[in-house]
């Protein structure tokens, strides 16, 4: 018999082994890094057990001043369609209290039938562009003034999160960084600080390109921000460009980034560069979120 309980002593590795079942079998990752990236750091959410075996696993971030909660789940595709996406999907629900937004990685067929049947409408799709690293790159061209170095660990965090929290002042997750995240990707075996680049004019840090490199060639714009009061100086692009051509000597096959699809500035500039859409993650959201 299934049990709804949070995350047991130990069974981080369970989780973490349903997750790369579903990857494997629908060609998506389930969990976004953050909610990976909490459960490996010991703020695990909530599974479904079937004695020892744990078959399904939810992650929840409570609501925050302005913003509803949001949650991700999984279920081992062995134990699918025997309802255990809904009772964690319930169980997320009245553990949020109020308005919840749940993310689809994907946008499978069957994430959109369970939203659907639990009266969830589609709120936010985030786009999944990529382009082959090997095609033509223009030059970075930087304003009079602005020079481009690398991060430093142990010194560049907090100037980072205070430009990082203005140019994304209206994001629902990149703005609300805090220093325990920076911290956390700093641990990832994957962390660069040489390809964490920071733009600065007269001192002072105006913008920023942090890539990424995963396994199996793929590289990543992991996140591109500029400070609004340095807007209008090119800085967006010639950042992408920088880092592009940093994954691209890297040698790197492939490389991603994620927009949100309602960003259409962002998304003209990455099309104008060579990408074209890959996958797509959608949020649902209660209809009191909307």
Same mark, same amino acid.
């Given at each position: 018999?299934?049990?709804?309980?949070?995350?047991?002593?130990?069974?981080?590795?369970? &989780?973490? !082994?349903?997750?790369?079942? /579903?990857?494997?079998?629908?060609?998506?990752?389930?969990?976004?890094?953050?909610?990976?990236? #909490?459960?490996?750091?010991?703020?695990?959410?909530?599974?479904? *057990?079937?004695?020892?075996?744990?078959?399904?696993? *939810?992650?929840?971030d409570?609501? !925050?001043?302005?913003?509803?909660?949001?949650?991700?789940?999984?279920?081992?595709? %062995?134990?699918?369609?025997?309802?255990?996406?809904? /009772?964690l999907?319930?169980?997320?629900?009245?553990?949020?209290?109020?308005?919840?937004?749940? +993310?689809?990685?994907?946008d499978?067929?069957?994430?959109?039938?369970?939203a659907?049947?639990?009266?969830?409408?589609?709120?936010r799709a985030?786009?999944?562009?990529?382009?082959?690293?090997?095609? @033509?790159?223009?030059?970075?061209? =930087? /304003?009079?003034?602005?020079?481009?170095r #690398?991060?430093?660990?142990?010194?560049?965090?907090?100037? +980072?999160?205070? &430009?990082?929290?203005?140019?994304?002042?209206?994001?629902?997750?990149? %703005?609300? +960084?805090t220093?325990?995240?920076?911290?956390?990707?700093? /641990?990832?075996? +994957?962390?660069?600080?040489?390809?964490?680049? $920071? *733009?600065?004019?007269?001192?002072?840090? &105006?913008?920023?390109?942090?890539?990424?490199?995963?396994?199996?060639?793929?590289?990543?714009?992991?996140?591109?921000?500029?400070d @609004?009061?340095?807007?209008?100086?090119?800085?967006?692009?010639?950042?992408? $460009? !920088?880092?592009?051509?940093?994954?691209?000597? #890297?040698?790197?096959?492939?490389?991603?980034?994620?927009?949100?699809?309602?960003?259409?500035? *962002?998304?003209? =500039?990455?099309?104008?560069?060579?990408?074209?859409?890959? #996958?797509?993650?959608?949020?649902?959201?209660?209809?009191t !979120?909307r």
């Amino acid at each position: 018999m299934s049990e709804l309980r949070a995350v047991g002593d130990g069974e981080v590795g369970d &989780v973490l !082994t349903l997750v790369e079942a /579903a990857a494997s079998a629908d060609s998506v990752g389930p969990l976004s890094e953050h909610a990976l990236l #909490a459960l490996r750091g010991g703020r695990a959410g909530t599974v479904v *057990a079937d004695g020892p075996a744990v078959v399904a696993y *939810a992650h929840l971030d409570p609501a !925050t001043d302005g913003e509803p909660a949001a949650g991700e789940l999984v279920v081992h595709p %062995g134990h699918r369609r025997r309802g255990h996406g809904r /009772a964690l999907l319930r169980a997320l629900r009245e553990r949020a209290d109020g308005p919840l937004r749940v +993310w689809a990685h994907g946008d499978l067929p069957s994430a959109a039938a369970l939203a659907k049947a639990e009266g969830m409408s589609r709120d936010r799709a985030l786009l999944q562009l990529r382009r082959p690293a090997s095609g @033509p790159l223009p030059e970075p061209s =930087l /304003a009079e003034g602005v020079a481009v170095r #690398a991060f430093e660990p142990g010194k560049d965090e907090r100037a +980072w999160l205070d &430009v990082n929290a203005r140019a994304f002042a209206g994001h629902p997750e990149q %703005g609300s +960084w805090t220093i325990e995240d920076v911290r956390d990707r700093e /641990a990832e075996d +994957w962390f660069d600080p040489a390809g964490f680049f $920071l *733009a600065e004019r007269d001192g002072r840090l &105006v913008g920023f390109h942090w890539t990424k490199v995963h396994p199996g060639g793929v590289g990543e714009v992991y996140v591109v921000g500029v400070d @609004p009061d340095a807007q209008g100086l090119g800085l967006g692009r010639a950042l992408t $460009l !920088t880092g592009l051509r940093h994954l691209r000597d #890297a040698g790197v096959e492939q490389i991603m980034l994620y927009v949100d699809e309602s960003n259409a500035a *962002a998304v003209r =500039l990455y099309e104008k560069l060579g990408f074209t859409r890959h #996958a797509v993650d959608v949020m649902y959201a209660t209809e009191t !979120t909307r």
